[in-house]
């Protein structure tokens, strides 16, 4: 029996996604756990598993195809022993039946022409009145007994009113099927004035202006345009409500690191020997967990009529994927020993740059951490990723003059913004989590205990 493929619903929020790239191909043996595509959802391009066996027959949605609803049919699978061609034959067969049913039905609501005719029994030969007084195009001829044509449902609508003969086209769709496409060039063929011998002439011969991009036009600069992935539409729809509709303020405080730096040190000796070297972000990581416990009226997210207080912090931590930005989650950051977030940090920040990151692995998260200290970055100010009420925001550390025991010294400081959400965090609980935090940097004897 045919199985169709349908698009699969890769998170709880997800209703429609891009189908990025196909990696089989029609004819091929597909097993269980095979990778069958690359599908571009909200956040992630991730990969979509095969749960049955047999045989491609067919694909009905190509790949770069965007907004590809959720349990649309996108390819057909043969079981074994059954007919390849047959299958993908009832697959088109099928798609057109659930086309062209709305159509059927829309065409019978009442009118004005169905009420003077109501009580009359129907003509199924009856054609309809055309809306013009213009002679109506001819329909096409039929093509010969036992040679169907496969086309979609609206590329046969077009075909008829246009009057276009679909024996005459070639089809550009799954297994040579006309599309609507197709119909709409061979239109646009006919509709163009033929030109005389002359005309063709002439215009070879008068000299042509090389043509230019609208932005060469107006400003001299040319550019090259790049579609918006779906991760990057998100993005830029998140981060805009989040600007507009969260009112943000800023707290910073400058971090003495050079005791987290030493313990750093401590124990990567101690680790190195199980392969693990800690990151100063993996201590920030931790900082932030314990800061959250200690001060947990941040460690909350506004809810509209409700604000939710959590019992754990998991921290969500900025990463930089070719895609766009994303935060897997470090869950229970709290508790974990540095160790485990390391390991834990390395993985999620891999299948991130990857495409690789399952929706639990970035959905949720109670905070979140963005440091930018690597690329030089001396302070910035985040935007929070709604509906969590805080991001800390983190510089590099760098040497600077700094009072010690009431002398000028100088000493590795690094500046850490965190941006509130005031609808749920008032100023002087933020306040509390910048002291708790600098405290536990400055102090790192409180992460490891």
């Keep these: 029996m045919p199985i169709a493929i349908?698009?699969?619903?890769?998170?709880?929020?997800?209703?429609?996604?891009t189908l990025a790239k196909w990696l089989v191909k029609p004819g091929d043996t597909i097993s269980s756990g095979d990778i069958m595509a690359e599908i571009e959802t909200d956040k992630a391009t991730m990969e979509f598993e095969a749960v049955d066996e047999g045989t491609l027959a067919s694909i009905a949605v190509e790949e770069g195809t965007e907004g590809v609803k959720v349990g649309t049919v996108i390819a057909m699978l043969g079981e074994e022993g059954e007919d390849v061609d047959a299958v993908a034959k009832a697959g088109a067969d099928?798609?057109?039946e659930s086309d062209e049913a709305a159509p059927a039905?829309?065409?019978s609501a009442g009118t004005d022409d169905g009420a003077k005719d109501a009580g009359k029994e129907p003509d199924a030969k009856q054609e309809p009145k055309p809306a013009s007084q213009s002679a109506p195009k001819p329909a096409p001829a039929p093509a010969p007994e036992g040679d169907r044509i496969i086309a979609s449902p609206l590329a046969k609508r077009i075909a008829e009113q246009?009057?276009?003969?679909?024996?005459?086209?070639?089809g550009s769709g799954p297994n040579g099927r006309i599309v609507k496409a197709d119909v709409e060039a061979a239109e646009a063929g006919s509709?163009?004035?033929?030109?005389?011998?002359?005309?063709?002439t002439a215009e070879m011969a008068a000299p042509r202006k090389p043509s230019k991009t609208p932005a060469e036009s107006e400003y001299g600069a040319p550019y090259e345009e790049e579609k918006l992935s779906s991760v990057r539409k998100i993005i830029a729809r998140r981060l805009t409500e989040s600007k507009q509709q969260v009112p943000h303020y800023y707290l910073a405080v400058d971090v003495r690191l050079d005791a987290l730096l030493d313990l750093r040190k401590q124990l990567n000796a101690t680790l190195e020997a199980d392969g693990i070297k800690l990151s100063v972000n993996d201590l920030l990581i931790k900082a932030l967990a314990r800061a959250l416990m200690r001060v947990p009226q941040c460690n909350v997210s506004f809810q509209g009529e409700t604000i939710h207080k959590y019992s754990r912090a998991d921290v969500s931590v900025a990463v930089a994927a070719p895609s766009g930005l994303i935060t897997p989650i470090v869950t229970e950051a709290d508790t974990r020993g540095l160790a485990s977030i390391s390991t834990t940090m390395k993985a999620l920040a891999e299948k991130a740059r990857e495409g690789k990151l399952q929706p639990h692995e970035y959905q949720g998260g109670t905070a979140s951490l963005s440091?930018?200290?690597?690329?030089?970055?001396?302070?910035f100010d985040a935007v929070i990723n709604p509906p969590q009420?805080?991001?800390?925001?983190v510089g590099a550390g760098e040497p600077r003059p700094y009072v010690i025991d009431g002398a000028l010294q100088v000493a590795t400081v690094m500046t850490a913004s965190g941006s509130f959400d005031h609808r749920a965090i008032d100023g002087a609980d933020g306040a509390q989590l910048m002291e708790a935090f600098k405290n536990l940097c400055e102090n790192p004897m409180g992460l490891v205990v």
């Design 389 to 393: 009420g805080m991001i800390m925001a």
């Design 105 to 107: 039905a829309t065409s």
């Design 162 to 170: 246009q009057g276009i003969d679909l024996a005459s086209l070639t």
């Design 371 to 379: 440091n930018l200290g690597m690329f030089g970055i001396k302070q």
């Design 191 to 200: 509709a163009a004035p033929a030109k005389s011998r002359n005309d063709s």
């Design 94 to 96: 099928s798609s057109d």
């Design 6 to 17: 349908k698009m699969p619903a890769l998170s709880p929020t997800m209703e429609e996604g």
